[in-house]
């Protein structure tokens, strides 16, 4: 279980990279919190999909370890995209 966790948490900081780019440019903070959210609705469905099969296929320690590290990152993954806003320069 903790093994799927850490895969979901990674995988949530992942989404945070094309919030980097508010940093060089003033006009992309709207596109790096567009993609961040494209980003998350995408490993929704994937962690989701994923989790459930791996549970049914009687791995349920990873598949509700990526059910249960979705819930986690997410958490961890917003307070992030809204730090990173925060220190986006202003438009």
């Given at each position: 279980?903790?093994?799927?966790a850490?895969?979901?948490v990674?995988?949530?900081l992942l989404?945070?990279?094309?919030?980097?780019?508010?940093?060089?440019?003033?006009g992309s903070?709207?596109?790096?919190?567009?993609?961040?959210?494209v980003?998350?609705i995408?490993?929704f469905?994937?962690l989701?999909?994923?989790?459930?099969?791996?549970?049914?296929?009687?791995?349920g320690?990873?598949?509700?370890?990526?059910?249960v590290?979705?819930?986690?990152g997410?958490?961890?993954a917003?307070?992030?995209?809204?730090?990173?806003l925060?220190?986006?320069?202003?438009?």
């Amino acid at each position: 279980m903790i093994i799927g966790a850490a895969i979901a948490v990674a995988a949530h900081l992942l989404t945070l990279v094309p919030m980097l780019g508010v940093f060089g440019d003033t006009g992309s903070a709207l596109a790096g919190a567009f993609l961040y959210v494209v980003a998350q609705i995408i490993l929704f469905v994937t962690l989701l999909v994923v989790g459930i099969v791996r549970t049914v296929k009687r791995d349920g320690g990873l598949g509700v370890g990526l059910l249960v590290g979705w819930a986690v990152g997410l958490v961890i993954a917003f307070a992030g995209f809204a730090a990173l806003l925060s220190l986006a320069p202003p438009a």
